[in-house]
């Protein structure tokens, strides 16, 4: 059986819940969680760079010299790709789409082994609830210093209030994310990771 203590939003121990080890106790797969970071990473790539080739580049209309009797190679414009400033060669071009898939059962498994990794590394905690009367941002830190959080934490909640979410956007390394939309990247890029009671239930309930 897998227990962790449950906290309130001053830092006090109120209860216990336990986690599902199938979601949380699991033997991390590497693999998969590499796969997913490199989709996610992957996914964020805009793909607009763009080069110039030679018949965009401005100039290069005119012949350099002529064609024969120089004693130099024959160039045809000053805008080929081997002269400087000229146009380059098999650049990357607009709208490149980096994306790809993978097998649902390597997402779902990905997701468990960040969970779990959390759990084992001592970096997850259970919060019954987190509430605020007026968004201020110097609420949220008080939160966080009751629950001794690093420089980047990870609250994950069943829905998120929009007072709490505007407690928290002015502070760095914090985010907030409702369990529909926990991935692999933000659970592995956080120092701690905090979820409700809820939001436990909840993603629970999806990857069992």
């Known amino acids: 059986m897998l227990k962790v203590k449950v906290y309130n939003q001053e830092g006090a121990d109120v209860s216990e819940i336990e986690l599902n080890e ?13 796969d997913m970071v ?4 992957a ?17 290069g209309g005119k012949k350099p010299w002529r064609q024969k009797g120089t004693g130099r190679a024959r160039q045809g414009s000053t805008r080929s790709p081997q002269w400087v400033g000229g146009g ?16 649902r059962k390597v997402a779902r498994l990905a997701l468990k082994s ?15 609830t987190v509430s605020f009367e007026t968004p201020k941002t110097k609420e949220m830190v008080k939160v966080l210093a009751n629950l001794n959080c690093g420089k980047k934490t990870l609250f994950v909640f069943d829905e998120i209030c929009p007072t709490v979410a505007r407690c928290a956007k002015n502070i760095p390394g914090v985010k907030l994310l409702d369990a529909k939309r926990v991935n692999v990247y933000d659970v592995l890029n956080s120092d701690k990771l905090i979820m409700t009671e809820a939001a436990i239930k909840a993603v629970e309930e999806v990857l069992v």
Not at 22 to 34: D, K, M, R, T
Not at 38 to 41: D, V
Not at 114 to 128: C, G, H, P, R
């Open 43 to 59: 996914s964020l790539r805009q793909g607009t760079h763009k080069v110039k080739n030679r018949t965009e580049v401005r100039g």
């Open 88 to 103: 380059v060669v098999f650049g990357p071009n607009t709208n490149r789409n980096y994306s790809f898939k993978i097998n």
């Open 114 to 128: 960040a969970l779990s990794t959390k759990v084992a590394d001592e970096e997850f905690m259970a919060i019954n």
């Open 22 to 34: 199938a979601v949380f106790g699991i033997e991390a797969n590497n693999q998969a969680i590499y």
């Open 38 to 41: 490199r989709l996610q990473r």
